[in-house]
């Protein structure tokens, strides 16, 4: 079974958040069909998390959800932004969504570390 479209999967994700209260936004658009996402949560409190898509053997075979892994938790900001650069400049066609809450449930399954 294949993934939705990433520029579908973040509209609704953003929809969902801001729905409910959260400030979400793109802050980077990416290939619209087939770009990576990656999401940094912002706590409101001077840190922030960061989630990178999870190797392909942690994501159950013929499943269609996207699976996160933890890049970084409430470190700060300048240290997610240099990830994400780097990364940027490995594979622009990546997306980046900005989340802003203080709860833990961000509303994506993420992995525990092989």
Do not use: Y
Request: charged share 30%; net charge negative; with cysteine.
């Amino acid at each position: 079974m294949s993934q939705l479209r990433s520029d579908l999967w973040c509209a609704a994700f953003i929809r969902r958040h801001n729905d409910i209260g959260h400030m979400c936004v793109v802050s980077r658009k990416g290939d619209p069909i087939a770009g990576q996402i990656w999401i940094e949560v912002d706590h409101l409190n001077g840190t922030v998390s960061l989630f990178s898509p999870a190797p392909a053997i942690a994501v159950k075979e013929g499943s269609a959800e996207r699976v996160f892994e933890s890049r970084f938790e409430r470190v700060e900001p300048q240290i997610s932004k240099q990830r994400t650069d780097r990364e940027l400049e490995f594979d622009p066609d990546i997306w980046i969504i900005s989340l802003e809450m203080r709860t833990d449930d961000f509303g994506i399954e993420i992995i525990k570390h092989l």
